[in-house]
């Protein structure tokens, strides 16, 4: 019994740790982690700005998670294995292609305050991000949507927060490319171990 229970434990920790730091990685150098660097110089509040990460985050990677457990049902198992499959390979060769952020994504109406801009703005960044998509392709190989969710929150805020604290300092600090090909690598890794299954 008590066996059966770490073993229940251990599946649901599994994807939480996983999503955790394969986002977390991922967004190093991101074109929303470039967005927390300008928010940060524009506004120079971090604490309505790291809320509104947190929140823009946490729904548009809701809806990510969700997306990616119902393709899990909706789709034939063996085809959805071969997608989830080329999905992590191609995410493994996305992620070293560098981000630029569009100028348009910038642009803030001071009017709607610094949380709700960052809330907008950073949801708006996120949609067909790097990180999004790996949200949807993690849930739907775990199948454990808070698990997934709740590891890509959080790698986005571990990412994104000190990007927000210390401003432009912080980014030209990173070994961006490193960071980036270690990245590559665990999507490649996850690839293979959902093809061997």
């Given amino acids: 019994?008590?066996?059966?229970?770490?073993?229940?434990?251990?599946?649901?920790?599994?994807?939480?740790?996983?999503?955790?730091?394969?986002?977390?990685?991922?967004?190093?150098?991101?074109?929303?982690?470039?967005?927390?660097?300008?928010?940060?110089?524009?506004?120079?509040k971090p604490v309505p700005i790291i809320l509104g990460i947190f929140v823009a985050t946490l729904v548009n990677h809701g809806f990510a998670g969700a997306l990616g457990e119902w393709l899990s049902t909706a789709i034939n198992p063996t085809i959805m294995k071969w997608a989830v499959v080329a999905s992590f390979i191609g995410m493994a060769i996305w992620i070293l292609v560098p981000d630029k952020l569009d100028d348009e994504e910038t642009n803030m109406r001071?009017?709607?305050?610094?949380?709700?801009?960052?809330?907008?703005?950073?949801?708006?960044?996120?949609?067909?991000?790097?990180?999004?998509?790996?949200?949807?392709?993690?849930?739907?190989?775990?199948?454990?949507?808070?698990?997934?969710?709740?590891?890509?929150?959080?790698?986005?805020?571990?990412?994104?927060?000190?990007?927000?604290?210390?401003?432009?300092?912080?980014?030209?600090?990173?070994?961006?490319?490193?960071?980036h090909a270690v990245a590559a690598v665990i999507f490649l890794v996850l690839g293979i171990v959902t093809l061997m299954q």
Avoid: C, W
Avoid at 148 to 154: E, K
Avoid at 159 to 169: C, R
């Fill in 1 to 44: 019994m008590a066996r059966n229970y770490t073993a229940r434990r251990r599946k649901k920790v599994s994807p939480f740790l996983v999503s955790t730091g394969v986002v977390a990685l991922a967004e190093i150098g991101d074109k929303t982690q470039l967005l927390s660097l300008v928010l940060a110089a524009r506004f120079k």
């Fill in 110 to 179: 001071r009017k709607f305050g610094v949380f709700l801009s960052t809330v907008i703005t950073f949801f708006i960044a996120e949609m067909g991000d790097k990180t999004q998509i790996a949200t949807v392709m993690l849930a739907a190989r775990y199948q454990d949507f808070f698990g997934v969710v709740a590891g890509t929150t959080l790698g986005m805020m571990l990412a994104n927060v000190p990007a927000v604290l210390v401003g432009h300092k912080f980014s030209g600090r990173l070994p961006t490319r490193a960071v």
